[in-house]
């Protein structure tokens, strides 16, 4: 895939617009830290999202995953792209925590492009390499499989198995 | 650095069984999916964590974080290794809030073994490796900077930067 | 204010169908707990949520938070009353990571109804009722007292002054 | 039970002194806003915890649940008293979501007792008044039983039948 993740060129800014724009409707007072969220989502259609904080920090909910439960909410579960933009520069990257959202309704070709201040000012990465080796739906077995699992019973999941080298264990014999 | 990281042959083995015995103090009756942590001090000596579940999902703490909190909460806020243990194979790896966590402690070259069930399992990558590009404390301009920015300041912080390559949107003017 | 808390039969009779509604739009793959939730916002207007579940559980966004992160980006932050619906009987009540959100943007006079399975099962209590002295954005001082606080200059904040009672540290001197 | 909640005045006033004294473990680089959490323990022993901040503020330990995954993890899964303090005047609340997570593990008759900055200054409130018809365990049917809801079979849990009042829209017919 080229450079421009397979989107137009109108795409590209509207994605860039949305992202900064929806920094307005923020809700930052502890941290002063405003995000804007842009989705294009697999129909076409935009959604925007922006962080939500609380006095009890952990409760706070970032710009990316606000936007993400709404669009999923609406019935939109695939992305063609996620915009990301702060106040500051060079441009903030998304959280462990909501790379980690992304993964349960995205592959890894999704890219996410992350706005800085400055006219112009990207950075743009998929969500593959931002999240390597991720954690995901398929690493979890299913429930019945976990009971049996801890009763003696062995599951393979092959999801990081192509990422497996040798353990520096062996060598150690 | 070796391929072991900086660590003894039997430090990486004593990795491996305190992560493997961890799980034995998990509390996990949602998921059935037991996961383990050993931690390795910078003052040489060991912590251990399992994942703590809640009937509320967004509640449960993981191991990694219970491991680590303790460790902080003791005073020990810097780390040679972590070991993940879980009983299915192949091994799972922290799920991006861990590495998120685990970030704000370390820098990218701390070494997180990955053990699944078969003996000798074993997966090895840095944080660095399993969260490039992280949003860290330096992403995050002080609280007076903050304040500054939204009344139209402009502070720069260098986390990303090196790694900022010329935007896709520049070519399409 | 009376059992109907301001609300008229048709507003009443609205949030049950949609909280119940909502129910379609979650994903809830782990738990196999559907949780619907309806806001009718203090314009009127109606938003809905449901639960987003993570193969990480404390990544998952609850009902309630979800349907609050998109009436409060859609500039919507008071509201008239919520409703919550499960496929369980009694009905459930909401987690304390959503109470403590809802917190966020309310007083403690939202009702909160919560709808079981039977036809006209339903529990309603006020967010004060299931939140009593609840920690708020006024039990935070803010950012500048809290530096004078560690400095050793005193703030006093007078949100639960009015629940306290003797110690019982008072009485064994 | 009494005032002391079946605590000796010796036992109050090391959870007062070690609350206190947790303060300063915290990592709150954040918010500035130290808590420190102490636990007596089933077994008579003590446990401590303080809150653990991240640059990603959802990803923020506060210092309760730091403190009973520290137990737990060392097998003592029941308390006697647990005990919070702050730097502010008056004392702070424990935030929805650790009310949450204390629940998981304590009926609602366990005492916890609220410290602020000036001498004897303390608040006490037992869990089931601060977390109120609370979600726990039991409103969880097992996963079994949940698959079967979703395909039309309904379980009954009898958490919250005892609170339940009718419901205003019974008089609404």
Redesign the interface.
């Known amino acids: 895939m080229s450079?421009?993740?397979g989107l137009t060129?109108e795409e590209?800014?509207e994605l860039?617009k949305r992202a900064a724009a929806?920094k307005d409707?923020s809700?930052s007072?502890?941290?002063?830290?405003?995000v804007g969220c842009a989705l294009l989502c697999e129909d076409g259609s935009w959604v925007?999202?922006?962080n939500?904080?609380?006095?009890?920090?952990?409760?706070?909910?970032?710009a990316e995953?606000?936007a993400?439960?709404?669009a999923?909410?609406?019935?939109k579960?695939r992305f063609r792209a996620i915009g990301l933009s702060v106040?500051?520069?060079?441009?903030?990257?998304?959280?462990?925590?909501?790379?980690?959202?992304i993964?349960?309704f995205s592959d890894g070709s999704v890219p996410i492009f992350m706005y800085g201040?400055e006219v112009?000012?990207?950075?743009?990465?998929t969500l593959g390499?931002?999240?390597?080796?991720?954690?995901?739906?398929d690493?979890?077995?299913d429930?019945g499989a976990?009971?049996q699992?801890?009763s003696g019973s062995?599951?393979?999941?092959?999801?990081?198995?192509g990422?497996?080298?040798t353990?520096?264990?062996?060598?150690?014999g």
């Open positions: 450079q421009t993740y060129p590209i800014q860039s929806a409707v809700y007072p502890y941290s002063n830290f405003r925007i999202g922006a939500i904080e609380n006095a009890s920090y952990p409760v706070t909910i970032c995953r606000t993400l439960v709404k999923i909410t609406e019935g579960k106040d500051v520069s060079p441009p903030a990257s998304p959280c462990g925590m909501c790379r980690q959202f993964r349960e201040k112009g000012e990207c950075v743009v990465r390499e931002l999240l390597p080796m991720s954690f995901g739906p690493d979890l077995p429930r976990r009971s699992i801890l062995l599951l393979v999941n092959d999801n990081i198995a990422l497996c080298h353990c520096v264990l062996e060598g150690l």
